[in-house]
């Protein structure tokens, strides 16, 4: 048993034989508090630790483990989310000092199917494990005879996102009364490293039509939201007199919340002066959540807030 590769893939199939053989006891409060303090960590730093000792090492294994069931019984996405996101970053990290061979494999136990010379990757699991990012985007990628071909960054790059997946996959789980008292802890701990609900929401947000409250909820949750979710969110706030820097913020708890970025997106789509799209476009983007009769959300917002319709002069 490779327990620096256990320590450094706890996702693994050798990790979880390693706790097979460990037992399945009742854990001890030290461990529950050990795997708490992962979680605070993941969420207020970037860096991953790995200690070298048998000992260390075959903790920090149950210490992952430990922390993905509490997070099961905490039953917040949003932590869930940040928690799998930066652990999945911490393998991507150790997969680009333990090189490709360690790569392939692990790529091989979360389901990838990689073909060599060159490296590529069967069409559909590349659409299941591609990153939500620009680069990644079918138009951008070398497809021939159903395969896309990569570079051995963005296989590690889809490695870590198929990881993430994994790791967020939680079902949901009843906590032991020594779970209870973690958890409550847990929570405090982790409202001094997670963003505030969102603030200055502006206008009359009882307003808002079912597809605007619906995206409001999703970010206010952290649950994941599409491109074109964000963009109509934003794009609808901006329209309705929302500061830039305030519709950035509608998204600090995405787990792949980027300030820099996001405020930048805001800013560039105020100065565009990007319209709201309308009732058919957001349908067509799956985003559509009544049958409002109207042509398109901002139209029924400014109705239900008694803004007078605008006349043509005479």
């Known amino acids: 048993m490779d327990l620096q590769f256990c320590a450094r893939y706890p996702f693994s199939s050798q990790a979880r034989t390693l706790l097979e053989q460990i037992g399945k006891g009742e854990p001890s409060h030290a461990?529950?508090?050990?795997?708490?303090?992962?979680?605070?960590?993941?969420?207020?730093?970037?860096?991953?630790?790995?200690?070298?000792?048998?000992?260390?090492?075959?903790?920090?294994?149950?210490?992952?483990?430990?922390?993905?069931?509490?997070?099961?019984a905490m039953g917040d996405r949003y932590v869930a989310d940040r928690f799998a996101r930066a652990e999945a970053r911490h393998a991507s990290a150790h997969l680009r000092e333990d090189g490709p061979e360690t790569t392939l494999q692990v790529?091989?136990?979360?389901?990838?199917?990689?073909?060599?010379?060159?490296?590529?990757?069967?069409?559909?699991?590349?659409?299941?494990?591609?990153?939500?990012?620009?680069?990644?985007?079918?138009v951008n990628s070398r497809l021939a005879n159903g395969e896309v071909q990569l570079t051995e960054n963005e296989l590690v790059r889809l490695v870590e996102e198929a990881a993430r997946q994994r790791?967020?996959?939680?079902?949901?789980?009843?906590?032991?009364?020594?779970?209870?008292?973690?958890?409550?802890?847990?929570?405090?701990?982790?409202?001094?490293?997670?963003?505030?609900?969102?603030?200055?929401?502006?206008?009359?947000?009882?307003?808002?039509?079912?597809?605007?409250?619906?995206?409001?909820?999703?970010?206010?949750?952290?649950?994941?939201?599409?491109?074109?979710?964000?963009?109509?969110?934003?794009?609808?706030?901006?329209?309705?007199?929302?500061?830039?820097?305030?519709?950035?913020?509608?998204?600090?708890?995405?787990?792949?919340y980027n300030e820099q970025y996001s405020m930048y997106q805001a800013e560039h789509a105020a100065q565009m002066k990007y319209k709201m799209p309308g009732c058919a476009t957001i349908d067509s983007w799956g985003l559509c959540t009544a049958h409002c009769r109207t042509r398109s959300p901002l139209a029924l917002y400014r109705r239900a807030a008694g803004a007078k319709p605008k006349r043509r002069p005479a």
């Not at 207020?44 to 000992?55: D, G, R, V």
């Not at 389901?111 to 590349?126: C, E, H, K, N």
């Not at 619906?214 to 206010?220: F, R, V, Y």
């Open 167 to 256: 790791i967020g996959a939680l079902p949901p789980l009843d906590p032991t009364p020594a779970m209870t008292t973690v958890i409550s802890s847990l929570r405090r701990q982790l409202a001094e490293v997670t963003p505030q609900p969102i603030a200055n929401i502006p206008i009359q947000a009882g307003a808002f039509p079912p597809c605007i409250r619906s995206l409001l909820e999703s970010a206010d949750k952290g649950s994941h939201m599409g491109h074109y979710g964000r963009w109509a969110l934003a794009v609808f706030m901006l329209n309705i007199g929302s500061k830039p820097v305030d519709a950035a913020k509608l998204f600090a708890k995405q787990s792949d």
């Open 31 to 72: 461990a529950l508090e050990q795997a708490a303090g992962r979680i605070v960590s993941d969420l207020a730093s970037s860096k991953p630790h790995i200690m070298q000792t048998e000992s260390s090492l075959q903790s920090q294994v149950i210490s992952f483990a430990l922390a993905r069931a509490l997070l099961a």
């Open 107 to 138: 790529a091989g136990e979360l389901g990838i199917t990689v073909a060599m010379s060159p490296l590529r990757l069967r069409f559909d699991q590349y659409l299941r494990f591609r990153p939500p990012l620009q680069e990644f985007r079918m």
